[in-house]
C-alpha cells in the first residue's frame, strides 16, 4: 500500500490550496479512516482533520471553518480544502490512512508535501 499526497505550496495569507492523498496497492483491502495531519518546525505532528468511511468528520479546533475534508471511496482519494490560510498553517502536511487486510489493521502514512504561508 502507498499513499501519494500532493498539492502543497507556498500561498499568501488568506488564499487557499486542495490537498490529494491517493492511496494504491490496497486490493481487496478496506480503507476505513483517514486524515490529515501536520507538523511545523520544532512542533510535534498534530491531527487536522480526520473522516471514516462513513463520511464522518472531524477537525482541530484550529481549523474548524477553514478546513473541509472529503474523502472519494471509488478513488480510494482522501481531499483536504484549505480556506483562509494563515501564516500558523505553515508544516509538513501528512495524509493517513487506516487499512483493514484480512481483519488485519494497518496505518499508512504518505510522504508529506510542504504548505508556507508567509507572515
Known amino acids: 500500500v502507498q499513499l501519494q499526497a500532493s498539492g502543497g505550496g507556498l500561498v499568501q495569507a488568506g488564499e487557499s490550496l486542495r490537498l490529494s492523498c491517493a492511496a494504491s496497492g490496497t486490493g481487496f483491502s478496506i480503507i476505513s479512516s483517514m486524515g490529515w495531519y501536520r507538523q511545523a518546525p520544532g512542533k510535534q505532528r498534530e491531527l487536522v482533520a480526520g473522516i471514516t468511511r462513513s463520511d464522518s468528520t472531524n477537525y482541530a479546533d484550529s481549523v474548524k471553518g477553514r478546513f473541509t475534508i472529503s474523502r472519494d471511496n471509488a478513488k480510494n482519494t482522501v481531499y483536504l480544502q484549505m480556506n483562509s490560510l494563515k501564516p500558523e498553517d505553515t508544516a509538513v502536511y501528512y495524509c493517513?490512512?487506516?487499512?483493514?487486510?484480512?481483519?488485519?489493521?494497518?496505518?499508512?502514512w504518505g510522504q508529506g508535501t510542504q504548505v508556507t504561508v508567509p507572515a
Open positions: 493517513n490512512a487506516v487499512i483493514y487486510a484480512m481483519a488485519k489493521r494497518g496505518d499508512y
